[in-house]
């Protein structure tokens, strides 16, 4: 079955410009998670939606950031007024609850110039 | 202070060796820890732990926990050029406001010919 799908796959912008990155988890789990991970580093916590909500939120670094999951289902990650910290891939993964294990999607490599 | 350590951070081994690749982690409220496998972007899922001193076994690939002392392990036998990864240990465990994953920096594995 289809896995989780993330897009663009690459995505380049300029400091200050807004982007949006998009996931597609796998059908039927209710949560979704997204991370950051940098050159030589594990993948870090962003945020986490159980169904539409955010249920967790606490590790998005500030209030540039924000996500949405208006449907239950597929989620979008947000950056206003993107800065050069920003690079690094993004990765989506989903789960079929709370507590169970995470399926990854392929990442966004985001590129801010 | 880093919740999850991984050792070696990196190791070079030729085809046909074992390598034995370790974890701890400090963590309250312990509920999981998970073990994937990373070559280009996205993370696969190898293990899932959550019970001690039961080994999880997936042909060459295994993995055990020890909660008492608060560590993981997992083994390669008859390594191959096609297990050359980075290998991601993460903990999920409740409280501390964080839903998500927290992962070490993981082990640079290259098997070569």
């Known amino acids: 079955g289809a896995g989780v799908s993330q897009t663009p796959s690459n995505k380049v912008t300029e400091k200050g410009k807004y982007v949006e990155l998009r996931c597609d988890p796998i059908s039927g789990h209710t949560a979704l998670y997204w991370y950051r991970q940098s050159l030589g580093q594990g993948p870090e916590f962003l945020i986490y939606?159980?169904?539409?909500?955010?249920?967790?939120d606490s590790g998005l670094p500030n209030d540039r950031f924000f996500a949405v999951r208006p449907e239950g289902s597929v989620s979008t990650l947000k950056i206003q007024r993107t800065e050069r910290g920003d690079s690094a891939v993004y990765l989506c993964?989903?789960?079929?609850?709370?507590?169970?294990?995470?399926?990854f999607g392929p990442g966004t490599r985001l590129l801010v110039l | 202070e880093d919740k999850v350590v991984q050792s070696p951070l990196s190791l070079v081994v030729h085809e046909g060796d074992t390598v034995t690749l370790n974890c701890s982690y400090e963590?309250?409220?312990?509920?999981?820890l998970l073990w994937y496998k990373q070559e280009k972007k996205a993370p696969t899922f190898l293990f899932m732990l959550t019970s001690s001193g039961i080994e999880k076994k997936s042909g060459r690939l295994s993995s055990i926990l020890d909660k008492k002392e608060l560590f993981s392990i997992l083994n390669i036998t008859a390594t191959q050029t096609g297990d050359s990864a980075v290998y991601l240990c993460a903990v999920l465990y409740s409280g501390g406001g964080a839903d998500g994953l927290t992962f070490g920096k993981g082990t640079h594995l290259i098997i070569q010919p």
């Open positions: 963590v309250t409220n312990f509920r999981s």
């Open positions: 993964a989903s789960s079929l609850d709370r507590g169970e294990t995470q399926y």
């Open positions: 939606f159980q169904g539409t909500g955010a249920a967790d």
